[in-house]
């Protein structure tokens, strides 16, 4: 694949929405479990006579935060293994109308191609030799 020159803006919204996914996958954990608690809170304010036509809920939140254990896993490796294709520590501010503020004339120039090389993914996120963020799991 041959590269690619991303104009200023549209490196600075691509990098605008990658944080966008990837602090959603970071929420992952802490959102699933909110709602698991919302669940049993719910189970819980039910009459006895609901509860027991309900009985199997209490082993079925377990399982769900057995399943949020395994995909909050499986994200965190996805995760470290991610290589951005642009440098993610760039401090970028996009107003209500797209334009972009507070970025110098060189602060954004980054070409895209195979060749993938050493970046930060969010700012204070360590990255390791190989490029690969380092997420304490």
Known sequence: MGERRYSKLEEALEIKSLRRIINSYLNYPDAAEADVRRYERSFKKLSPAHKGLLSHLPSKFRRLRWC?????????????????????????????????????????????????????????QPVSAAGSIILDI
């Open 68 to 124: 949020i254990s395994v995909n909050t896993h499986f994200i965190m490796s996805m995760l470290q293994a991610f290589e951005p294709p642009f440098d993610m520590s760039q401090d970028i501010d996009i107003d209500e109308h797209g334009n972009l503020k507070n970025v110098s004339e060189d602060h954004i120039q980054t070409e895209v191609s195979s060749n993938s090389q050493e970046r930060d993914i969010c700012a204070g």
